[in-house]
């Protein structure tokens, strides 16, 4: 019998987490629809992960725009196991009343709007789809934050943002489980990206003390929060759905001052 291929629609899947995603999936045996709005760096990507993978240009806050991709990804690859809503963008790193509400909105337009078309599309090929052995249709994952959970001065849109996806990950799941449809998300820590390099050099963030205040004394590799969003779009998740995993090196467990965790061992 041919074994044929799960398929996973990544977005912002061009660099950083979602290319490390599209990675993982690809050498556990998935074929991956890296979507992205750089649309010839995703197709390049997809080109470097071989055969059966696809890259597309898609502005995941455009309504037409993620109707087509998702009808041209289907068109492609027949079915979709699974998607992973990775598409973000940063912030302003500004005091309250210094905020731009043009970027106020674009933050929360990646984020949330993104999020939501992206799954709605989705949902509705996936609700058509035959059940598998374990009863799913397929699989969403979200990315979260522990700026999901705790606020960060000066970072009001992205913290509303990522408090948001978690409420939605929790609305699609109830919503949709008895249709076989699981949605989880995973809460990052501080992870190696360019994205948190460039908030390094504008003095938004402070590596050194994001180090001491991580129980496991550092950054997350791309990897690492890639393998947990494989986790839970594989059939060992099967019975995961309106899940928050924190991916943050005990962040969001350590409850007294980043002193007591003592000095970071070399």
């Known amino acids: 019998m041919t074994h044929i291929p799960s398929v996973a629609i990544v977005t912002g899947a061009a660099e950083g987490i979602g290319w490390a995603t599209a990675q993982c999936l690809a050498n556990a045996g998935w074929h991956v629809a890296l979507l992205d709005l750089n649309g010839d760096l995703a197709k390049q990507r997809a080109r470097d992960l071989g055969h059966g993978h696809t890259g597309w240009a898609c502005d995941v806050t455009q309504l037409d725009a993620v109707k087509t991709c998702v009808a041209n990804v289907r068109q492609a690859h027949g079915l979709i196991d699974a998607l992973v809503n990775n598409a973000g963008i940063a912030d302003q790193t500004l005091l309250t009343l210094e905020q731009d509400i043009n970027a106020f909105d674009r933050v929360l337009s990646v984020h949330l709007r993104g999020t939501f078309l992206m799954s709605q599309h989705v949902i509705a090929c996936m609700a058509q789809q035959v059940r598998d052995a374990q009863g799913v249709r397929g699989a969403i994952v979200n990315i979260g934050s522990i700026a999901s959970f705790g606020g960060i001065p000066g970072r009001n849109a992205y913290c509303a943002a990522k408090a948001g996806v978690l409420g939605m990950t929790r609305a699609l799941a109830s919503e949709w489980a008895r249709r076989g449809i699981r949605v989880n998300a995973v809460a990052p820590g501080y ?60 962040w969001m467990a350590l409850g007294a001052p980043d002193a007591a965790l003592g000095p970071i061992e070399v």
């Open 191 to 250: 992870v190696k990206t360019a994205l948190v390099e460039k908030l390094a050099e504008q003095g938004a963030i402070d590596g050194a003390a994001i180090a001491r205040r991580t129980p496991l004394g550092r950054m997350a590799r791309t990897s690492e929060v890639a393998q947990a969003i494989a986790f839970l779009v594989s059939a060992q998740a099967s019975y995961i759905t309106g899940a928050v995993l924190p991916v943050d090196g005990g």
